[in-house]
């Protein structure tokens, strides 16, 4: 039977490997939902012979040993298929012949290729956004349906739906299992990381529920960063991203009060702030500066993190650089979001008049009637300028359209704080 401390073992040791296994089955089998469905088969046989026999030495290999020969089984089994797939089981089983070009020594092959490979496809754009992020945790992350939908406050049978349906699409759309080249790559690149940076800041600044940061998901946002980054070392965009998810994560101690209460960024413990993660932040920044002239928005937004991070105490943040940053970036992205949030760097550098000005023209174009965080940077300059009954609406306003418990309750405290006290 197993016992409790060898099933948390093999949920690690699956946790850690089913990525690569997956990733090498995929290219081996061609099919993406063969590949998982072979992976899970395997995780069976473990969970019934680890706790008899103990961890192997190599658990990936065994893993990957064991659904191949799964592999080999099915393909045989299939007599409804054309004759050659009974000859390259055959092949397989001797040694001969390959499924694919690739499939002579894949235990020994450099895994990197497959898991690169896997990335770009789990974020493929023929997939909606929401397909992405739950095809990638589950693939990527080693996440189970439920904990996908417990981390995104889902119905598990929605997250079940969702990734059946994006192995189907994948699977129309006939996607190559490759990682694409020149413009092409640049552009699904683009959706990985935003894929990535989309699991990372749910966790950073949940969108609905009870808790303000899930730290689980930054981890495994930082976690799938991290290992692009070594896939992809020339890509300076990766290294902003990653640097971004470091300098961001140092934080996240700070962010919340003794009862789990949001703590905003001007009133954080700065020594609470992780230094280690700060250091790793400012080097994959570094490296991001070396690669490249012209960064991209991610790499502008790392920079914009590490003026913060800077900065011991907040007095001493760089205002005047942040607000120099937004502009580049605006010019990026075009962003209304990176437009609020120029608007609020302006009012710190050159006061919250400068800042209201930003935010009432922003405004008037009617992009941002139902996001909460505009008449939230209203009511601070607001309230910064002593107008208090206006900031006292713009919170009220703004905890109406939040869906997080914990915003909300920071909103109407702040709310309260802008009526006088009765004499």
């Known amino acids: 039977m197993t016992t409790p401390e060898v099933q948390r073992a093999i949920e690690v040791v699956w946790r850690l490997e089913s990525p690569r296994v997956i990733a090498g089955l995929t290219r081996m089998v061609r099919d993406l939902a063969l590949a998982e469905d072979l992976a899970h088969d395997a995780l069976v046989a473990a969970l019934e012979q680890w706790p008899a026999e103990g961890l192997p030495r190599n658990p990936g290999a065994w893993l990957m040993a064991a659904a191949r020969h799964r592999a080999i089984d099915q393909l ?8 050659k797939h009974e000859e390259l089981a055959r092949d397989l089983e001797a040694g001969r012949a390959p499924l694919a070009p690739e499939f002579d020594g894949a235990m020994d092959d450099d895994i990197g290729d497959d898991l690169l490979r896997l990335i770009f496809t789990a974020c493929h754009p023929v997939l909606s956004t929401e397909a992405r992020v739950a095809l990638t945790l589950r693939l990527l992350g080693g996440l189970t349906t439920g904990e996908i939908a417990r981390a995104f406050l889902v119905p598990e049978p929605t997250i079940a739906q969702r990734i059946v349906r994006a192995k189907k ?15 092409e790559r640049q552009e699904r690149l683009a959706s990985v990381l935003d894929v990535i940076y989309l699991v990372f800041n749910e966790g950073y ?4 529920g009870e808790d303000w940061v899930r730290p689980s998901l930054c981890e495994e946002g930082l976690r799938l960063g991290r290992a692009l980054a070594e896939l992809a070392a020339g890509e300076p ?38 230094r280690l993660l700060i250091g790793r932040g400012l080097t994959a920044l570094r490296r991001a500066d ?9 790499h502008l937004q790392a920079a914009i993190a590490a003026c913060h991070a800077r900065a011991t105490v907040a007095e001493e943040t ?30 710190m550098a050159d006061g919250p008049a400068a800042g209201l000005a930003l935010v009432d023209a922003l405004l008037a174009e009617g992009s941002m009637d139902d996001y909460h965080y505009a008449p939230s940077v209203r009511g601070d300059l607001l309230e ?35 009526v006088p006290s009765p004499r």
């Open 76 to 83: 045989r089994r299939r007599t409804r298929l054309v004759r």
């Open 169 to 183: 699409t994948l699977a129309k759309a006939n996607v190559r299992f490759e990682v694409p080249r020149g413009v």
């Open 205 to 208: 600044s949940a969108t609905a």
């Open 237 to 274: 965009e990766v290294h902003g991203l990653v640097g971004l998810m470091e300098l961001q994560s140092s934080r996240l101690r700070a962010r919340l009060g003794p009862h789990g209460e949001p703590v905003r960024l001007l009133d954080q413990n700065r020594a609470r702030w992780d």
């Open 290 to 298: 070396r690669l490249t002239r012209e960064p991209g928005s991610y």
């Open 318 to 347: 760089d205002w005047t650089r942040i607000a120099d940053l937004y502009v580049t970036l605006i010019a990026a992205t075009g962003s209304p979001i990176v437009r609020l949030n120029h608007a609020v760097a302006v009012g």
């Open 384 to 418: 910064k300028l002593g107008r208090h009954a206006e900031a006292h609406a713009e919170f009220e306003r703004a905890a109406a359209l939040t869906k997080n418990a914990r915003e909300r309750e920071l909103l109407r405290a702040r709310a309260q704080a802008c």
